[in-house]
């Protein structure tokens, strides 16, 4: 695995949130991390990357413990894209080369800026790479701060609702571009959605969390009705179009 997540506990000061998660995710997954608002996902999410410290628990990347690493090194294993990105005045371009920041030594190399090139190309942003983040939509912004990570090469890739502010054809695509990244460097992805069924459509595996524990993991044929009217209160049918199963509200 490379990626695992032991006992993990965290309390926002009185408040706990995480109880004891565990899981893990092997090379080539993408694993959705799903629930009701307010249950603790971003929460774990932060835990993952040591933006937040566990108050128990371990964290482990490709065989190192994250408690062990420095920041740069963190930012090397690891990226994260917020569920609210940040905002600065730079242009797309300069924002997807800090995606580069953890590899570079004294200066950018010719290496950074081909993979910077490539990521823009991958993410279709080249014509807006001289545009300013500041003055970018809400789903812009989302494909820079996705495209950024991308090119941050990292072993592991956190997504907080990655597609929350893109439109059906950049959610697909999107999505679709992660899942190639995914296999194609042998690297993880967790991610975590509310939309069911683009989740079951591109995610390899399911952790269902409540009461600050994984209540329930599956791959998307495990995902059963019962497991959402138990997590969600509510009632659905699934039903499978082209092998790909459907959550259906009743
Ligand atoms: N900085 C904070 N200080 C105190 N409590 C917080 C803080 N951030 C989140 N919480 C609380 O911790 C709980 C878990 O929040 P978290 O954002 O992890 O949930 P979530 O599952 O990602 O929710 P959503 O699906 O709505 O994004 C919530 O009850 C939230 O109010």
Redesign the pocket.
């Known amino acids: 695995m490379i990626l695992n997540i032991n006992d993990v506990h965290f309390d ?2 009185s ?1 706990k ?1 995480l109880n004891g998660v565990e899981l893990g995710v092997n090379r080539g997954e993408i694993l959705a991390i799903m ?10 999410l932060k835990c993952m990357d040591f933006i937040l410290k566990p108050t128990n628990g371990t964290v482990m990347v490709d065989g190192n413990d994250l408690s062990k690493l420095s920041k740069q090194e963190i930012a090397q294993n690891i990226g994260y894209v917020s ?1 609210r990105n940040e905002v600065s005045r730079t242009t797309v371009f300069d924002a997807v080369l800090l995606g580069r920041k953890p590899h570079i030594g004294l200066t950018v190399s010719e290496n950074d800026y081909k993979i910077v090139d490539a990521a823009l190309k991958r993410f279709e942003l080249e014509d807006m790479q001289l545009r300013r983040i500041d003055e970018m939509s809400g789903g812009e912004l989302q494909k820079v701060c996705i495209c950024r990570a991308i090119a941050q090469e990292p072993n592991v890739l956190l997504l ?2 990655p597609t929350s502010s893109l439109d059906l054809h950049n959610q697909l695509e999107i999505l679709k571009i992660i899942r190639n990244v995914t296999e194609g460097h042998q690297t993880a992805t967790v991610l ?1 959605m ?1 939309d069911l069924n683009l989740a079951l459509r591109f995610a390899d595996k399911f952790v269902f ?1 409540k009461d600050g524990i994984i209540h329930d993991a599956c791959d998307a044929r495990g995902v059963m009705p019962e497991i959402i009217e138990n997590i969600y209160g509510v009632k659905v049918h699934i039903e499978y179009f082209k092998g790909v199963p459907y959550v259906i509200p009743e």
């Open positions: 926002y000061r408040r949130v629930g009701p608002n307010g249950v603790g996902k971003s929460t774990l569920q907080d609702e975590t509310h969390m």
